[in-house]
């Protein structure tokens, strides 16, 4: 296999490993631009996994466990809402409860259901949402550099591939160019001001967390009924994390957002690959320094080393208005 | 009459918390009835295999040991304002220095090595505290965030020095060279034996002796020393801090630096109590806990033993409880926690309007009862 096959092929697994992170961090964005830290979309991402991948064995259809991935992640967001809006508890906290909850209620309630040791039972073709060839793909695969592109990097991915880079601009458009989007950036960025203008804080903040959890569902969806058959014990690994560490790499914004989750990425697919294999003059590439680069540039990131990354100025705090 | 009465600090500190957690336990519970299981059974069982027997007393104590370090490591950091997620990568990173000490330093006496681990253990964590502290207090980094990828960071970091640097040759899983026995850190049946008291097996061990003394000497450090008092001050106020003459930064790394190296004595327990060698991922998710544990203890070192004790005796119970219900796997036991962390922490006001309302109407009526 030539270079370019490989480069095609490392940058084809790409689109596939970020795709997960490019739903999670849009949704992470939604919450925190309007002012409610997203700690949780770890333990939303693991719930939408599973309610995905059991719904779908039960009914047969991806669809229905999209749908029932994306009613478990707008519920787990209202919750996350209650505790944090209405009840101004700890975001924080929140979060991490819920990350823990559902690491340990996703197992629980597979055990009960399916008995097979935390797994959902693998998927059949039709329960899990197919490669979508396109039109001409297997004709133009002979063409010289342009074929691979188009046959073997564009076409060939389940819809969601295609979703998640779909929303990007589609969350930068909301975000920026209609009322709802400035609304809901005044609300992270000046509650009182927001307020005074006769827009209800609570219930924007809570708009924006439904948002959120329509985009983290999506993303569990892809885990388990997309790239895998099955839902699996802790299938995210991380990955909610990652997707967290790529919205604060990308300042809170769509497209930077984006790039950053190309670039984990990018390091996941390669690491994979890079497993045991010898470069010449540097030695065996240690995987793990790899696997723990985006968090290590995240930190960087954060010390204010590549530029600034600004958080929402009222991120983090319930808005109690005045009496 | 809108007006209120304060509420006084038994409800404040006892009735509160107690509303929230009887509330997590009935949703528990109620999840133990969907999956068509009997709740009053799974309680017996949970008790029965958590206090049941000599053993599971050891087992109860030497989970405890866990929770009260890691608990206290989240509760010094918090009374800074700060809250450290990462205990848990802390006491995997302390417990490279553990096992650096034992393994190279194998030379030492007993006695010596004692006080050598323990300073390995709280050096090592301490520093990899020192960093996301650092960027906190100095370049204005959210420590929420850079602790959570710290964890990562010393996960990756142990698997490479685990699988390349520290396993030894010829061997194939990823863990270090066993400890030599001299320098283990007693059990506690052995202790018992030497002064010819029988008492079953169990990995209880001097760690939890540790534990006890290190919840008392925190709680004189935050409530009766001068850095105690400052980090107090920082966290209910910076900016109040700074008028007073503090440099919170300073004080935010004290924090985390203690935060840290009190997470790392899990690691004493771990490797030089119990498994006697670094595992991978030995942690398990006890750093987690400690959040847990220190909310619910209301970060005050007597309420940490209890809430670490109420833990103990669910993971040693939980794991009688798979035993005997296999659709009840130690699973039940991580969903417990997170309702405990949701409802004890994420939603601790919840009641408060409510409780309030009810004892300002009982002392009103009191005072009209007594003006009459």
């Given amino acids: 296999m030539d270079t370019y096959q490989l480069i095609i092929l490392l940058l084809d697994a790409t689109l596939r490993t970020s795709t997960p992170l490019i739903l999670a961090a849009l949704a992470g964005m939604f919450s925190e631009r309007s002012g409610t830290i997203n700690l949780a979309l770890e333990g939303m991402m693991l719930g939408g996994a599973f309610s995905a991948a059991a719904v779908a064995f039960y ?6 466990g999209l749908l029932a991935a ?82 073997e990097l564009l076409s060939g991915h389940n819809i969601l591939v295609y979703v998640a880079f779909i929303a990007v601009p589609a969350a ?37 967390v439904i948002c959120s959890g329509v985009l983290v569902g999506m993303s569990g969806a892809y885990l388990s009924t997309a790239q895998g058959a099955s839902f699996l014990q802790d299938m995210t690994a991380g990955k909610g994390y990652i997707a967290l560490a790529a919205m604060v790499f990308g300042k809170w914004r769509p497209f930077p957002a984006l790039a950053a989750c190309l670039l984990f990425g990018f390091l996941d697919a390669a690491a994979t690959r890079l497993q045991g294999v010898v470069l010449p003059g540097i030695g065996e590439v240690p995987v793990q320094l790899v696997q723990a680069l985006p968090y290590v540039l995240t930190v960087i990131l954060l010390a204010g080393f590549i530029g600034r990354a600004i958080p929402p100025k009222a991120l983090g705090r319930a808005y109690v208005k005045e009496r | 009459m809108s007006k209120t009465v304060e509420l006084p600090r038994w409800i404040d500190v006892g009735v509160l918390p107690f509303l929230n957690l009887l509330l997590a336990l009935i949703v528990s519970g109620l999840l133990v009835v969907a999956i068509g299981e009997n ?55 302390g417990g490279l220095g553990v096992t650096l000490a034992a393994l190279y330093l194998d030379f030492l006496p007993f006695p010596i090595m004692l006080v050598v681990s323990m300073l390995a253990a709280m050096i090592f964590g301490a520093a990899w505290s020192y960093i996301p502290a650092y960027l906190q207090a100095r370049r204005g980094s959210h420590v929420v965030i850079t602790t959570i990828m710290f964890n990562f960071i010393a996960s990756s970091l142990m698997v490479y020095l685990l699988v390349n640097v520290l396993r030894p040759e010829g061997s194939m899983t990823p863990e270090s060279e066993q400890i030599a026995e001299h320098l283990r850190l007693p059990f506690i049946h052995d202790i018992a034996g030497a002064l010819g008291i029988e008492m079953a097996s169990s990995p209880l061990n001097l760690s939890f002796v540790y534990a006890i003394v290190i919840s008392v000497m925190v709680w004189l450090f935050i409530w009766h020393t001068r850095w105690g008092y400052a980090i107090r001050t ?27 190296a009190l997470s790392s004595f ?70 417990i926690q997170g309702l405990v962390i949701l409802f004890t922490g994420a939603m601790e006001h919840m009641f408060r309007p409510r409780v309030t309302k009810i004892y300002t109407a009982w002392r009103l009526r009191q005072d009209a009862g007594e003006a009459a």
């Fill in chain 1, 172 to 208: 930068w458009w909301v975000m920026y160019r209609t009322r709802f989007g400035l609304r809901l950036r005044a609300v992270g960025e000046n509650p009182g001001a927001v307020d005074t203008a006769g827009i209800g804080v609570v219930a924007m903040r809570y708009r924006a």
């Fill in chain 1, 59 to 64: 009914v047969g259809s991806p669809w229905v």
């Fill in chain 2, 39 to 93: 709740p009053v059974e799974v309680v017996e069982i949970l008790l029965y295999g958590a206090f049941g027997y000599e053993e599971a007393w050891g087992y109860t104590l030497y989970y405890t040991t866990n929770f009260i370090f890691t608990g206290l490591a989240f509760a010094v950091a918090f009374h800074c304002g700060l809250f450290n997620i990462g205990a848990e990568g802390q006491a995997y990173v």
């Fill in chain 2, 234 to 260: 920082v966290g209910a106020n910076a900016v109040a801090a700074t008028y007073a003459g503090l440099e919170p930064g300073r004080f935010i790394i004290i924090a985390m630096m203690i935060s840290g």
């Fill in chain 1, 70 to 151: 994306i009613a478990t992640t707008i519920g787990l967001s209202l919750l996350h809402g209650f505790a944090c809006i209405t009840h101004k508890g700890n975001q924080v906290v929140s979060g991490m409860a819920i990350n823990i909850l559902m690491s340990g209620l996703t197992a629980l309630v597979g055990i009960a259901l399916f008995a097979q040791g935390g797994k959902t039972p693998a998927l059949d073709k039709a329960s899990r949402f197919q490669p979508i060839t396109f039109p001409g793909a297997e004709a133009f695969r002979d063409v010289p550099v342009l074929g691979p592109i188009y046959s």
């Fill in chain 2, 266 to 335: 899990m690691a004493l327990n771990e490797v030089m109590g119990v498994q006697h060698r670094l595992l991978i991922d030995f942690t398990a998710g006890y750093g987690f806990v400690g959040i847990a544990v220190a909310l619910m203890g209301r970060n005050h070192p007597f309420g940490i033993f209890l809430a670490a004790l109420l833990f103990g005796m669910l993971y040693q119970g939980g794991a009688e409880l798979s035993f005997e219900i296999p659709t009840i796997s130690n699973d039940m036991v991580v969903v």
